[in-house]
Structure formats: structure tokens, C-alpha cells
């Protein structure tokens, strides 16, 4: 298997939520090498992909943790607000695994 520093494996798994979540009406403000004691950065959740303030639903603060491996495992399971443990290969492939503990609801309309 490759040897990466953790800022490399860091960096990997940053990378894989940012490109997993813009796939989705989310906008991801996660920096990459972060030391912070607390979340390592945060999601935007909107209601479509139009970025306008009013497609704004609210922010979820996320941890990610990352790890070098062989091969891929299967689940992963823990808890946390939204715990994203991010596997990376020797190759740089990553696997991404979740686990939310929140809840988000729209706004009501009214």
C-alpha cells in the first residue's frame, strides 16, 4: 500500500465530499487541513441548485475523518451530527461512508 502523510489522506478525503456533495443541490465549505477542536467545516443544504438565498434551508456542520486502506470496507458504523469517514486507497480511489444524526425540515411556506 502507498504511504500518505495525514495531510495527503486529509486533503483525499475533503476532496471526495466536496465533489460527492456539489453532485447534489449542497454547497460543502470544508478546508482541507483543518486542525480546528471542533467540525472541520460545514454543509449548505439548498432546495434546488439555483444558490439563491431563499433556496437556503440551513447549514450542517460536518466531521471527517480519514483513513489509508488495503481495500475497501463494508459499512461503517458510529454516531456524531454527520460523522464522514473517508477511506482511501493506494491508488487515491476513495470510499465515502455517513452516518446523519440530524434532521433537516423546509421551512414551512407559510
Do not use: W
Not at 440551513?58 to 489509508?68: A, S
Not at 458510529?78 to 421551512?107: C, H, M, Q
Amino acid at each position: 500500500m502507498a504511504t500518505y502523510s495525514n495531510m495527503q489522506l486529509g486533503t483525499f478525503a475533503v476532496n471526495a465530499i466536496t465533489t460527492a456533495a456539489i453532485c447534489h443541490p449542497l454547497m460543502p465549505d470544508i478546508p482541507a487541513g483543518d486542525k480546528g477542536i471542533s467540525f472541520d467545516g460545514h454543509i449548505d443544504v439548498m432546495k434546488d441548485a439555483s444558490e439563491r438565498k431563499d433556496a437556503f434551508l440551513g447549514k450542517v456542520p460536518v466531521q471527517v475523518k480519514r483513513t489509508g486502506v488495503k481495500h475497501f470496507s463494508g459499512l461503517y458504523i458510529t454516531s456524531g451530527a454527520v460523522l464522514f469517514v473517508v477511506e482511501v486507497d493506494d491508488k487515491t480511489n476513495t470510499k465515502i461512508f455517513y452516518r446523519p444524526t440530524i434532521t433537516l425540515r423546509a421551512k414551512d411556506d407559510n
